[in-house]
């Protein structure tokens, strides 16, 4: 009986050396990442961006502002631009559902062991992380996921990569009209299991996951029409989950997020109608009466903003798609 537990006591001992030699490797391996710089190119572009197109972004009744229509003033043309950036944070692109409704900071994923990460104090206030920002900063950390510094940040930048010129430039003019929010929000916390996944590689910084950081950005977002070209510039803003060739699978992240869906021929969303993707993108109901789960329900807040034509536009891409079976993982 003795030897017994001197063997148990042993092999428990055994356990948690190479357990705390494990989590040693991946905090530094972590630690590392986060040092790590990638090059990135430089860009700018004028804010507000000047003779916007008309199909930039919805006005207040569901219309959009142009600069002719405002007499072109520079006051008008700000205003215009503002308007629009205020639908881009709000709807096309769901700034604030990590940076908070008033974008002082918010929540993007709060799970234990496996990381908390807060959204970033983006008004002038106090805790800003964007004082003094300049147009080549702004693309940095919004389409590639990069800091000033070159440092890796954990914005889901592949979702924004084909973000235009003009939709930043709208989006800088929206937030830098936004009154001041004092808010120090705390940095990137990792767990265990977070580490361990950068680690090992198996979590990827968006950085990495978009590779070419030199190649230039649309200047202008297509016609807002009902057409598929329309539609695959607002679902560049799904990639991050449901993948590059949208045949969904696992999300990485909060391991409680349910593996996202294939949203080619080869998925479902190919029998349902209009009517029901717009049901469940605004309400969160799939056509058989289930729930969309975490992290899609996430989204919702975003697409119950987004106008009837951007919806439709969505759909009509997402149901051009070539049938492809989902990798497996």
């Not at 631009?81 to 008033?102: F, P, S, T, W």
């Not at 120090?184 to 977070?194: N, R």
């Not at 209009?274 to 109901?285: A, K, T």
Request: one cysteine or more; aromatic letters at 6%; proline letters at 6%.
């Amino acid at each position: 009986m003795k030897t017994f537990l001197k063997i148990a006591i042993g092999l428990i001992l055994l356990v948690a050396i190479l357990a705390a030699a494990g989590y040693a490797w991946a905090s530094s391996a972590t630690a590392q990442a986060f040092e790590q710089t990638v090059e990135v190119h430089d860009v700018d572009f004028p804010v507000p961006y000047p003779e916007a197109a008309p199909e930039a972004g919805p006005t207040a009744d569901g219309e959009f502002a142009t600069d002719g229509e405002t007499g072109g003033t520079g006051n008008d043309v700000r205003a215009a631009a503002i308007q629009r950036g205020e639908h881009l944070v709000h709807a096309r692109y769901g700034c604030a559902d990590c940076h908070g409704e008033n974008l002082g900071g918010g929540v993007m994923m709060d799970a234990m062991p496996m990381g908390r990460f807060l959204g970033p104090n983006l008004t002038g206030g106090a805790g800003s992380v964007v004082t003094g920002y300049g147009t080549a900063d702004w693309d940095r950390a919004v389409r590639h996921g990069v800091a000033p510094d070159g440092r890796r940040l954990m914005m889901p930048a592949a979702d924004f990569q084909r973000m235009s010129d003009q939709e930043l430039s709208d989006i800088v003019a929206h937030i830098g009209s936004l009154p001041p929010v004092d808010n120090e929000v705390t940095a990137v916390a990792l767990g265990p299991i977070g580490k361990m996944l950068v680690a090992r590689g198996i979590w990827q910084f968006s950085a990495d996951r978009i590779g070419d950081h030199d190649s230039p950005h649309v200047a202008r977002p297509p016609t807002a029409t009902a057409s598929v070209e329309f539609g695959r510039h607002l679902a560049a803003t799904c990639v991050g989950c449901h993948k590059q060739d949208y045949t969904g699978g696992d999300i990485g992240g909060d391991p409680n997020w349910a593996p996202a869906a294939n949203l080619t021929a080869a998925g479902s969303l190919s029998q349902w109608t209009l009517e029901e993707f717009v049901r469940l993108m605004r309400e969160g109901v799939r056509p058989d009466g289930s729930e969309v789960l975490e992290p899609m329900t996430f989204v919702m807040p975003a697409a119950q903003r987004m106008t009837d034509l951007e919806l439709e536009a969505m759909y009509l891409f997402l149901r051009s798609l070539p049938a492809r079976e989902t990798a497996a993982s």
